[in-house]
């Protein structure tokens, strides 16, 4: 089983950048590929990016793709996205996902979440 804490989120003024973190604990992290989703209010939560057990693959949502960027350190059982070039968009709570399997879909783990919220 593994549990995932969210932390970074904050107010920042569209063209800024923020860094997602997400803590895991647990056994075996390193074998779990982990996704950030993302809600927005009164909108379904979302598929933001994902990464593989190695870190080897990445896929990203259209939207955030050339701007976000997701990395995890294996040694450290941390996750982040960073997030770059922010639109008032992007507002939503994120949430950071673990699973057994690679995919864009369906995760077992879930965190409580990270508010971003993207405004002047």
């Known amino acids: 089983q593994v549990q995932l804490v969210e932390s970074g989120g904050g107010l920042v003024q569209p063209g800024g950048s923020l860094r997602l973190s997400c803590a895991a604990s647990?056994?075996?992290?390193?074998?779990?590929?982990t996704g950030w989703f993302r809600q927005a209010p009164g909108k379904e939560r979302e598929f933001v990016a994902a990464?593989?057990?190695?870190?080897?693959?990445?896929t990203y949502a259209d939207s955030v793709k050339g701007r976000f960027t997701i990395s995890r350190d294996n040694a450290k059982n941390m996750v982040y996205l960073q997030m770059n070039s922010l639109k008032p968009e992007d507002t939503a709570a994120y949430y950071c996902?673990?699973?057994?399997?690679?995919?864009?879909?369906?995760?077992?783990?879930w965190g409580q979440g990270t508010q971003v919220t993207v405004s002047s």
């Open positions: 996902a673990a699973d057994p399997t690679y995919n864009v879909r369906s995760y077992d783990y």
């Open positions: 647990g056994r075996a992290f390193s074998r779990y590929a």
């Open positions: 990464i593989s057990m190695s870190a080897g693959r990445t």
